[in-house]
Structures are given as C-alpha cells and as structure tokens.
C-alpha cells in the first residue's frame, strides 16, 4: 500500500518512467522478501521433523534427566546430592 502511494508521488514528481521504475521495484522487492521468508519457514519444518524423528527414535531407550535450574537443587540424576532435611544441593 506504501508503494502505490509513493510511486503515486514520485508519478508527479519526476515522470511515468521513474513512477513505473519504482513500482517494478517495490515489486521485486516484495516477492524477495517473500522467497527469504518461505524459506525459513521450510527450514523450520525441517528442523522440527528432525527433532520429532529424534523424539521418537529416544522415546523408550533411556530416561533423560531433568535440568538443573540456577539456584535450585540439582538433581540426584546430575550427580547432585541433595540433603533431605534442607532441600538445598550439597
């Protein structure tokens, strides 16, 4: 909508050939941005097969253990030990 206003002014302004001009290029410019787009929209979907391949391919051969968070005990599974009376990592 802002090309056609600008190519509108710029119409006025300096002429058909420069108005046309910058028309065609707001139009390249868009379907650029359209291609960069759908392809990183691809390449998410790739990206969230893969992790879904991975998901299922490690589903049932072992446990994975839980994150350690800053400040929070760590878990028996990390290596952390934790004392039972205060719940603090040791």
């Known amino acids: 909508a ?9 119409l006025d ?3 058909p050939r420069w108005g ?3 028309a065609a290029a707001s139009g390249v ?10 392809r990183r929209v691809a390449a998410g ?6 992790e879904a391949e991975a998901d299922a391919a490690g589903a049932g051969a072992t446990e994975t253990a839980a994150p350690v968070l800053a400040g929070g005990p760590a878990p ?5 030990q934790q004392d ?3 719940g603090q990592a040791g």
Do not use: C, E, Q, V
């Open 84 to 86: 039972n009376a205060t």
């Open 76 to 80: 028996a599974a990390a290596g952390g």
């Open 20 to 22: 046309y001009a910058f």
């Open 2 to 10: 802002i090309g056609s206003t600008a190519a509108g002014f710029i």
């Open 29 to 38: 410019t868009a379907a650029l941005i359209y291609l960069a787009g759908l």
């Open 45 to 50: 979907k790739d990206l969230r097969a893969a």
């Open 13 to 15: 302004a300096f002429g």
